[in-house]
């Protein structure tokens, strides 16, 4: 390719996404940088041919190579801007199928009523799984691990409750069998009175009874209904002679379902209802209902069914109520617990600052939920007030502690500082003085912390005596600085119980400080190569070699630091290992 090719190229492929191309793009960039040497070596020869040296020969760009660098770079951060894009895209997804793996853990401890709802909720979260494409490979294969496992499990559960159901069905068939009979029984009984308790008895108990398997379940309601209607009639042709108390039975039935629907009328928003007062209405018409006498044959449907209709929506709205009261109670005694799990931890924490304002939330928290169970209620506020006060008394005898040892501890440094201002250190011999020095800090640092009020004063007079006997030694400041390093790692590592953890994340730390001066000194090598003729007249040029030097003597620094760090780290590994074993 000619470099009017490659500049052509890239303008088109410029136009497309940067991660379909950049393969194609990276080819034509190092097909570029064929014919850009290639220039340079014949430009070189010809200049040394003419009579030049090697030494003094410039190779300037042309306006190719200009455009050709100026398309590469536009499209180096079109490509960063996509991978950008393409890491939040990724991310976006892993975090929506977390959610979906959420939707399926809880689905695993939800209790199984409607078996299509769930399956079909199951469908709905597999779908959208399926959707959801672009996610990295190493958080695909855990995730997907995670969806079979929750899948499975739910799959066992349905299973279960399956057979269970199958189970019931059974049982209810043989039971509306057998009162099916019982039915039959009575067509045959002379005694009309005896006949009707007998029907409503088994009314009764046939309502008690569950469904039954499907494949019966027609032949069962037909044959019931033919029954029962057959009683009725016979129960009918009986108060053929009470028709009048018919009728008037018939109105009081009518007075109860208008009552019954003026109640049902405000059922339909379930809020701001007082359900024990509808419950004792209800229970009212009902016993008012069943007390009531027969009425006119023809209106027996017609009214059953429009009290059967009504009582089907009080029996809806009210069973709709207690799974809100009991989904709401269970989410208030899960709250509940979590806040007294947090407090059994929270009440042994010694650090109180961040602790006290927890508790004071959760305290505040607390007070916004009650569980209707008094009995579990009082049980609960009863842990809570235990853990609270315990908490409480342990900051108080805290805080009574560290009063004193602080108070102790001022007075060992202030000793401790007398004895150093007291102390006389041989400038002629710098390895013993050194040596007095690192105990002086040593003690320092194990007699532990003082007040607040004190710290800055008591370690400005401690340190500043300490930098003044190192001035007096002659000591460098690059060797100063490793001392006091050397001492900033003790105090970590005094500070903690785990050293390996807190030195590693330390020299992290340092490795990523490189890593950044380094590209730095990149960055003003790439600027100081934009620099032509006489670069030391150049003021720009000077600051930019004056920075790099600057730059070098941090990255000096800081490698020192590691070098040391990782002497120490080094110590402590091999210290553990050998106490291991």
């Known amino acids: 390719m000619t470099k ?19 393969k194609e793009i990276r ?26 040296k090697a030494k003094d020969f410039v190779y300037y760009k042309s306006k190719e190579d200009e455009e050709i660098e100026n398309l590469m770079a536009i499209f180096n951060k079109k490509k960063e801007e996509a991978e950008k894009q393409l890491e939040i895209t990724r991310e976006k997804n892993k975090q929506r199928k977390e959610e979906l793996l959420r939707q399926l853990e809880l689905l695993i401890d939800v209790e199984i009523k409607d078996i299509t709802t769930i399956v079909k909720k199951i469908r709905e979260i597999q779908g959208e799984w399926k959707d959801i494409k672009e996610i990295k490979k ?3 294969v855990e995730l997907q691990r995670k969806y079979n496992l929750l899948l499975d499990k739910i799959n066992e559960n349905i299973k279960a409750f399956d057979t269970l159901q199958q189970y019931d069905l059974q049982k209810n068939t043989k039971l509306k069998e057998e009162l099916l009979n019982k039915f039959e029984h009575i067509l045959n009984t002379d005694d009309i009175k005896k006949a009707e308790e007998l029907f409503k008895s088994y009314r009764k108990e046939w309502n008690q009874i569950g469904d039954v398997v499907r494949e019966k379940y027609a032949e069962i309601k037909t044959k019931y209904n033919e029954i029962t209607q057959k009683i ?13 108390q018919k009728k008037e039975n018939l109105e009081h039935k009518k007075e109860l379902l208008v009552k019954l629907k003026e109640l049902t009328e405000h059922l339909s928003n379930n809020e701001n209802i007082i359900w024990k007062e509808v419950n004792e209405k209800i229970q009212h018409i009902k016993s008012e209902w069943e007390k009531t006498g027969h009425i006119p044959s023809d209106q027996v449907r017609t009214t059953n069914d429009e009290y059967n209709a009504l009582l089907d929506i009080y029996y809806d709205a009210k069973r709709k109520h207690q799974e ?20 059994e931890t929270l009440k042994d924490s010694k650090d109180f600052n961040h602790a006290t304002k927890r508790v004071i939330q959760l305290q505040q928290d607390w007070k916004k939920y009650y569980l209707r169970n008094k009995e579990e209620n009082d049980q609960l506020n009863q842990q809570f007030k235990a853990y609270c006060d315990a908490f409480f008394e342990n900051k ?12 102790d501890n001022l007075v060992k440094k202030i000793d401790l500082i007398h004895r150093l201002k007291e102390s006389k250190f041989d400038v002629n011999n710098s390895k013993e003085a050194l040596q007095k020095i690192q ?8 007699i532990g912390h003082v007040s607040i009020e004190e710290k800055d004063k008591i370690n400005d007079d401690f340190y500043g005596k300490i930098n003044q006997i190192y001035a007096e030694l002659g000591l460098s400041e690059e060797k100063r600085h490793a001392i006091h390093y050397k001492h900033k790692l003790q105090q970590l590592i005094q500070s903690t119980s785990n050293p390996v953890d807190i030195l590693t994340k330390e020299e992290k730390f340092i490795k990523k400080k490189i890593k950044e001066l380094e590209n730095e000194i990149t960055q003003i090598d790439n600027n ?6 006489n670069k030391s007249d150049n003021p720009l040029f000077k600051e930019a070699y004056e920075k790099k030097n600057k730059v070098n003597a941090y990255i000096n620094e800081w490698k020192t630091k590691l070098n040391i760090l990782q002497s120490t780290l080094g110590e402590i590994k091999k210290n553990k290992q050998t106490s291991d074993t």
């Open 4 to 22: 009017e090719e490659i500049i052509s190229r890239l303008e088109e492929l410029l136009e497309k996404s940067p991660l379909e191309v950049h």
């Open 27 to 52: 080819t034509i960039e190092k097909e570029y940088k064929k014919i850009w040497i290639k220039e340079f070596e014949e430009a070189k020869q010809n200049f040394i041919n003419e009579g030049g």
């Open 138 to 140: 190493s958080d695909y």
């Open 232 to 244: 009725k009639e016979k129960l009918e042709l009986y108060y053929n002679a009470l028709e009048e």
């Open 324 to 343: 809100i009261i009991k989904q709401k109670q269970e989410e208030i005694k899960n709250i509940k617990n979590k806040i007294l799990k947090e407090l």
């Open 396 to 407: 108080r005898n805290q805080e009574k502690e560290k009063v004193q040892e602080e108070k």
């Open 439 to 446: 105990e002086f800090i040593k003690e320092w640092n194990n």
């Open 528 to 533: 100081l190569a934009f620099f032509k003729g």
